[in-house]
């Protein structure tokens, strides 16, 4: 099993390499997908992605579930896009705020048990997530509890890849494990 992190700025070319990684693997490919189509903006992004992916592969549209919908893939090769949505989707849905600051641990445990069944089963695995502590502090809290929240999870899915790898300007910065196979598409975009 090889689990490959990609993480990167807005636009900076994550799910086009991630999708290239998955379109490489020899085998069926499950893709989670964890956005929901809330607006008309959002829900042309997720047209976007749905049009690049090939018609055999599989679509379990999960934003809450990560790990239910990793259990339910059948296939050798899964792409989660994106952790950071999921993250997004699993705070909103808390409207405690102390819980907030306690839904780290819980959270990791369902990617672990995300990324442990993948690992069980052989799968390779690939999972996109966003960079969102580059910028200005947040002025909201509900903000600053995202952002850190997600950079703890991003920094313990790394710390568990066989890769991690940052996109920046539509190019792949290795970080982490071997490189990527020669060929890949990673224009900048998605």
Not at 40 to 67: F, Q, V, Y
Not at 174 to 179: A, F, H, I, S, T
Request: aromatic residues 4%; charged residues 25%; glycine residues 8%.
């Amino acid at each position: 099993m090889m689990l490959t992190v990609i993480s990167g700025a807005a636009r900076s070319g994550k799910s086009t390499l991630a999708e290239s990684l998955a379109r490489a693997h020899p085998g069926p490919v499950t893709y989670i997908a964890t956005a929901e189509a809330k607006d008309d903006e959002m829900k042309r992004r997720i047209e976007l992605h749905r049009s690049r992916r090939p018609p055999g592969w599989t679509t379990l549209e999960e934003p809450l579930r990560l790990a239910r919908a990793v259990r339910q893939a059948e296939s050798a090769a899964v792409l989660v896009d994106c952790l950071s949505m999921w993250v997004s989707n699993r705070l909103l849905q808390c409207s405690d705020s102390r819980r907030r600051e306690a839904l780290a641990d819980e959270l990791w445990r369902e990617c672990t048990d995300a990324f442990d069944h993948l690992s069980a089963a052989g799968r390779e695995g690939v999972v996109v997530t966003n960079e969102v502590g580059w910028s200005v502090v947040p002025q909201g809290k509900l903000a600053r509890q995202y952002r850190d929240l997600l950079g703890v999870l991003n920094q313990r899915a790394a710390a568990e890849a066989d890769r991690a790898v940052l996109m920046a300007l539509g190019i792949p910065l290795l970080l982490k494990g071997e490189p990527l196979p020669a060929g890949l598409e990673v224009s900048p975009g998605g």
